[in-house]
């Protein structure tokens, strides 16, 4: 199967498992992975590591609707950066592919810079759109915690890049019903390996009601303290399905608990409705949200990332806006169906 990498139109788009399960970064990879090569101008082959993974990797190939390399090593039943850059070293040695794709997360971000150095490939992460201009690559990426984008180009290939999720379109379904895909394991060779992971502790949630709701309260850190809290629950409530939550930032500050975490390192919701409040608009935060219907920011900050990703932008500060918004709505003698 393989053999289309010897091409060098081949796009390795690169996932992980974690204890035999796909990441969530990988799951959202898998819906981009054609749009992107389409963008870069190969075909997308895509390489999954874990260990024991056959079913993942079946699951994986049909959802992006590529043939999937996996490469397999006991110590890859948990993630492990450096082993994913020895074998996918392996893989772009011998196919010479235009680019090497992963999604945009700590760990992948980790292997990407050991793999681009490894072959001495140009690295550029956070990638939100590619495209081709005077025979160079030029792509854009956010720096500054989203704050600024910034456009890159390069000629050379391999590249190695890390996707930002959610910015390509679904890929599309691939051509024809009888399109064969296969899934191959390779076993990685042992490399030098520094440490080992040993096991992921992940927190359950049993409380699913970000999950559930049509409408979504959230804060950063421009709530400024645990004692504007209410200011969430007094909004939230104006609605039928509704929830609180946070960005990392808000958790880390102790003002909300970290099971309502939104974001690449929490949870991923697309409710109707999203009311960022006090939220920069960091990358990591956008990576959770960034399907929401309807998003719309309150910030004091005009230029502040997330007032790009939201279809509506209140320039003002959440502590006098949230209570304007609750008493415009105690006011109202017909309050409608609210979500």
Same mark, same amino acid.
């Given at each position: 199967?393989?053999?289309?990498?010897?091409?060098?139109?081949?796009?390795?788009?690169?996932?992980?498992?974690?204890?035999?399960?796909?990441?969530?970064?990988?799951?959202?990879?898998?819906?981009?992975?054609?749009?992107?090569?389409?963008?870069?101008?190969?075909?997308?082959?895509?390489?999954?590591?874990?260990?024991?993974?056959?079913?993942?990797?079946?699951?994986?190939?049909?959802?992006?609707?590529?043939?999937?390399?996996?490469?397999?090593?006991?110590?890859?039943?948990?993630?492990?950066?450096?082993?994913?850059?020895?074998?996918?070293?392996?893989?772009?040695?011998?196919?010479?592919?235009?680019?090497?794709?992963?999604?945009?997360?700590?760990?992948?971000?980790?292997?990407?810079?050991?793999?681009?150095?490894?072959?001495?490939?140009?690295?550029?992460? $956070?990638?939100? *759109?590619? !495209? =081709?201009?005077?025979?160079?690559?030029?792509?854009?990426? #956010?720096?500054?915690? +989203?704050? @600024?984008?910034?456009?890159?180009?390069?000629?050379?290939?391999?590249?190695?890049?890390?996707?930002?999720?959610?910015?390509?379109?679904?890929?599309?379904?691939?051509?024809?019903?009888?399109?064969?895909?296969?899934?191959?394991?390779?076993?990685?060779?042992?490399?030098?390996?520094?440490?080992?992971?040993?096991?992921?502790?992940?927190?359950?949630?049993?409380?699913?009601?970000?999950?559930?709701?049509?409408?979504?309260?959230?804060?950063?850190?421009?709530?400024?303290?645990?004692?504007?809290?209410?200011?969430?629950? $007094?909004?939230? *409530?104006? !609605? =039928?399905?509704?929830?609180?939550?946070?960005?990392?930032? #808000?958790?880390?500050? +102790?003002? @909300?608990?970290?099971?309502?975490?939104?974001?690449?390192?929490?949870?991923?919701?697309?409710?109707?409705?999203?009311?960022?409040?006090?939220?920069?608009?960091?990358?990591?935060?956008?990576?959770?949200?960034?399907?929401?219907?309807?998003?719309?920011?309150?910030?004091?900050?005009?230029?502040?990332?997330?007032?790009?990703?939201?279809?509506?932008?209140?320039?003002?500060?959440?502590?006098?806006?949230?209570?304007?918004?609750?008493?415009?709505?105690?006011?109202?003698?017909?309050?409608?169906?609210?979500?």
């Amino acid at each position: 199967m393989f053999k289309k990498a010897n091409n060098p139109d081949t796009v390795l788009i690169v996932g992980e498992t974690i204890d035999g399960r796909l990441s969530a970064g990988s799951r959202d990879l898998a819906k981009q992975a054609r749009s992107i090569a389409e963008q870069i101008g190969g075909e997308p082959v895509g390489v999954l590591t874990g260990h024991k993974i056959e079913q993942a990797a079946q699951s994986w190939s049909k959802a992006a609707g590529i043939s999937v390399i996996v490469l397999d090593h006991a110590q890859s039943r948990y993630p492990n950066p450096p082993m994913t850059a020895s074998g996918v070293e392996v893989l772009a040695d011998e196919g010479s592919p235009l680019a090497v794709c992963f999604p945009h997360t700590m760990r992948a971000c980790q292997a990407a810079a050991t793999l681009a150095w490894r072959i001495k490939a140009p690295c550029i992460t $956070a990638v939100d *759109a590619i !495209f =081709k201009e005077n025979g160079r690559f030029a792509l854009n990426r #956010a720096i500054l915690g +989203g704050k @600024l984008c910034e456009t890159v180009s390069t000629g050379n290939t391999p590249m190695v890049l890390t996707i930002m999720p959610g910015i390509f379109s679904r890929s599309a379904s691939p051509d024809g019903p009888d399109r064969s895909l296969s899934v191959e394991t390779r076993l990685v060779r042992d490399a030098d390996q520094r440490f080992i992971p040993q096991a992921v502790n992940s927190q359950s949630h049993t409380d699913q009601s970000l999950e559930r709701a049509q409408v979504i309260v959230a804060a950063g850190r421009g709530l400024g303290g645990h004692e504007h809290k209410d200011l969430l629950d $007094a909004a939230a *409530a104006m !609605f =039928k399905s509704a929830a609180v939550g946070g960005s990392r930032g #808000a958790c880390d500050q +102790g003002w @909300l608990p970290h099971t309502r975490q939104i974001g690449e390192t929490g949870r991923t919701v697309s409710p109707a409705l999203y009311l960022a409040c006090g939220i920069s608009g960091a990358p990591q935060h956008l990576a959770g949200m960034r399907e929401s219907r309807t998003i719309v920011a309150v910030n004091t900050d005009p230029k502040a990332a997330i007032c790009n990703a939201a279809h509506y932008a209140v320039i003002e500060d959440l502590t006098v806006f949230l209570p304007t918004l609750r008493k415009r709505y105690d006011k109202m003698t017909d309050k409608g169906d609210a979500i």
